[in-house]
């Protein structure tokens, strides 16, 4: 598993994410925040192809936004999203950034396992204004 930056300008590769059918039940984008003044956005490639992607996004270099998703059904409960999140974690922590947040739908459990295994803790549950349920998560560094 490799984890290899998203080229903002040139992302033509994204397009097999825009067909995964499923992600909508698990997420509510697939895109960081390109404007966001700390972005890191990284491919996750498995066997050669890009399987996904995982991002930090923050408005300062204090706090970060994670974002991430498994496009490919074939590759999820194999340890890849978190080994991807342990990466991105680290990439973090270097980066000096606090604190990392996320927000995962109430009924997503295997999200929610991955990310209680790495040290995430569920701050609060709330309805977001799409409707979804989800809970907001945090991670001190």
Sequence with gaps: MRLIPVDKENRSAYKVF?????????LSRIY???EASYLKWMY??????YIGSVWLEGQ???RAKLGIFIADPAY?????GKYAIQKMISLAKSDGID?????????NL???KVYD???FKEKKRFKKENGIDVFSMELEL
């Design 76 to 80: 999820r409960d194999k340890g890849i």
């Design 117 to 119: 295994s790495c040290g």
């Design 60 to 62: 300062d270099t204090r």
């Design 99 to 107: 604190i990392i947040t996320l927000n995962v739908r109430v009924g």
């Design 44 to 49: 996750i490639e498995e066997d050669g192809n």
């Design 18 to 26: 825009e067909q995964a059918k499923d992600l909508p039940t698990y």
């Design 110 to 112: 295997r999200a929610r």
């Design 32 to 34: 960081p925040n390109l």
